[in-house]
């Protein structure tokens, strides 16, 4: 398994290179060498601009002259600070699909660099710290410095201002992959909801299969929190709603819904609401983010349903709290099918599609197959109909407008949309959002 070493030099500046820290970092280096000379792994000195200016930048270019192993992957990444160095660093190891990090410091950097790697890497990584022994006082260092190896821990104020640091540098970050396009439907009014879909450009997600508007974090995925939060900006100053007043679902596969002003459950795949203002969201990527609305009562709603989610009949869940809670009447609901898999692209085991094909055969192609394909969004419409929503007021992949159809194939569109079935288990994820306007 590919790894990587980090030696942490962003501590030093111009002025405090000497022999001393050189013969150090050469020892350092020589000792990577030799523990694992077989498996080499990626080697990265880290600094920041003032060590890549003057004497600071010959002494590397020296050492890296007379490095134990000259061919070795070595590499220098100078930033203007330590989170545009570590973000720098990060995107070389996403690229190596490097998961395991050594990271060799002095003691009194090791509680601010965790908190840098706590915010802008998830638990895919796994990072080890190894002490780089420098004295401070011998080797000019800032006394800034030496306070902080006596303290040994960070205070608030320091933890706030590097989360200020690494929220500002995201935001300066420019957009990948064009612009941030929504998808609308017609059949939802625009005057009483605003609403969408959002598709998979226009953010600052770099790695292949989260680029670029990834609107979801996950331990099991490499896009830490910071990134969504900064993608989420993005897309709320686009589609106008305020970051503030954003919820989304927390995702069980189930048929739970927490209706908004209430006890909120552990998880949920459905929220409704009528507060103005509030805008509400469901993900998806291959799973159908499904949008509700009453224009009479002004009411919404948001589901996630996937197919385990629709064999539970998340969506009627959704459909029947409108109707307890805010007197909805079941003909004035209007249902939308945002981006998914389609029949084309969607296999389960044959047990499984057997509780589809008692929904509807049509639900299943090659029934007669080990894995059938499954169509989750018919499964879907035909509850919904079941439960008394109009069929009319449904909009699916069926909409004869082909440029009114927002209910695309998430696995067939790889340029639009993010797909599970398509990308693998680090995958990015889209939304459907709405809210009632005040």
Known sequence: MAKAVLIDLCHLGASSWNNQIQESLIRTLEAIEEKDPSQSPFVCLMCCQALSKKNGEDALHKVMQILPCPERKFEVVCSENTVATLYTIKQKLDDKNINIVKIILTSQRKPLIREYISQLFTSVYQFEYKNLEISCEENNLPKSTVLKSKLMSLSEQDTERIQSEIKMFLESLPALNGKLTILKSSLIPDDIFLHGFTTRTGGISYISTLSSLNLFSSSKRRDPPAVVKENLRRLAIAAGFSQDTY??????????????????PESYDGIVTNQKGVTIAAPGADCIPVLFADPVQKACGAAHSGWQ???????????NAMITEYRCNVKDILVVLGPSVGPCCFKLPQKSAEEFHRIDPKCVRLYESSHPYIDIRRATRVLLEAGGVLPQNIQDYSVMDLNQNVTLCTSCCPDQFYSHVRDGENFGTQIGFISIKG
Not at 309 to 319: F, R, Y
């Open 309 to 319: 989610g629709t064999l539970q009949g998340v969506s009627m869940a959704v459909v």
């Open 247 to 264: 919820h989304s679902v927390k995702v069980n596969h189930a048929s739970d819904v927490w209706v908004m002003g209430k006890a909120k």
